[in-house]
Nanobody, 125 residues
Framework: EVQLVESGGGWVQAGGSLRLSCAAS????????IGWFRRAPGKEREGVSC????????NYADSVKDRFTISSDSAMNTVYLQMDSLKPEDTAVYYC??????????????????WGQGTQVTVSS
């Protein structure tokens, strides 16, 4: 059974930093992508970043480029999202997700088959 477990959320003042972790287990896909998504109150879920198991390539939403960094351990059992220079508009529930199907943009929600339970990030002004 595929399991994705997020941790590291919390409260921080604007300009601060947080690091989220996503522990992934229970699968044997050879080629997959793990993405971070977020859903702010009253908004749709949106892609934040992703990392590919095949070559370690990454993608970022424009809103977080140069502030957030995605990385993983060598086996990609744990994926991290380092969030710096946080803004109040980054407040959301953050989810990690896994997909093994391709053909759509990395931030296409429906292409991800497995999701974590989410972790709350709150940035105060």
């Amino acid at each position: 059974e595929v399991q994705l477990v997020e941790s590291g959320g919390g409260w921080v003042q604007a300009g601060g930093s947080l690091r989220l972790s996503c522990a992934a287990s229970g699968f044997t896909f050879d080629d997959y992508t793990i993405g971070w998504f977020r859903r702010a109150p009253g908004k749709e879920r949106e892609g934040v970043s992703c990392i590919s198991s095949s070559d370690g390539s990454t993608n970022y939403a424009d809103s977080v480029k140069d502030r957030f960094t995605i990385s993983s351990d060598s086996a990609m059992n744990t994926v991290y999202l380092q969030m710096d220079s946080l803004k109040p508009e980054d407040t959301a529930v953050y989810y990690c997700a896994l997909r093994y199907r391709y053909g759509s943009s990395w931030d296409t929600v429906w292409t991800y088959d497995y999701w974590g339970q989410g972790t709350q990030v709150t940035v105060s002004s």
